[in-house]
């Protein structure tokens, strides 16, 4: 099974924000999915942030 991973500047696209922003955010300790730090490239596991996006929108459709 093949693990994908995100990088900054793919997740920024997806919630559509800047990819400043999305840096700023991921090396924030308030992040709320998982990201690893391999030298300086930042990388994010896509299940660990689809469940966090999965949630996420499922709490801004109860909100509404």
């Given at each position: 099974?093949?693990?994908?991973?995100?990088?900054?500047?793919?997740?920024?696209?997806?919630?559509?924000?800047?990819?400043?922003?999305?840096?700023?955010?991921?090396?924030?300790?308030?992040?709320?999915?998982?990201?690893?730090?391999?030298?300086?490239?930042?990388i994010?596991?896509?299940?660990?942030?689809?469940?966090?996006?999965?949630?996420?929108?499922?709490?801004?459709?109860?909100?509404?």
């Amino acid at each position: 099974q093949e693990i994908k991973f995100y990088s900054v500047a793919e997740v920024s696209k997806i919630l559509g924000i800047s990819r400043s922003r999305a840096y700023e955010w991921v090396i924030s300790p308030q992040c709320p999915f998982l990201v690893l730090r391999i030298g300086r490239r930042i990388i994010i596991p896509a299940n660990n942030f689809a469940k966090w996006y999965e949630s996420f929108a499922d709490c801004i459709t109860e909100e509404n």
